[in-house]
């Protein structure tokens, strides 16, 4: 049997994709000071990078990615609640494709 530690004040980042759209939850918000970002795929390891940019993708509502032809590029159909990692000194928010969360 493995045991989890709890941890109440660390919680793992969330983000939803949705058929056309990727939604930030808040504690990914917390990290970008930026209404404008990048979007990259790496295919191997099914990783979405999520990264502030000067000329990239904008975020509507504060926390709204549209993303339909980044999703129709990189032939993305998975649809659901993922886990995203922030790295502070990149300042980027990876999304784990192979790391599916419950609702």
Do not use: W
Not at 10 to 21: D, G, H, L, Y
């Amino acid at each position: 049997m493995a045991f989890e530690v709890y941890k109440p004040h660390e919680k793992e980042a969330k983000v939803k994709i949705s058929k056309n759209i990727i939604v930030l939850d808040r504690i990914s918000l917390e990290n970008f000071n930026t209404k404008i970002i990048e979007l990259a795929y790496d295919k191997d390891k099914r990783i979405i990078k999520i990264q502030p940019s000067k000329n990239g993708h904008m975020l509507r509502n504060q926390k709204k990615i549209y993303a339909k032809g980044f999703f129709n590029h990189f032939n993305i159909n998975k649809r659901g609640l993922f886990g995203a990692q922030y790295d502070k000194k990149k300042d980027t928010l990876y999304v784990y494709l192979n790391k599916e969360l419950q609702n």
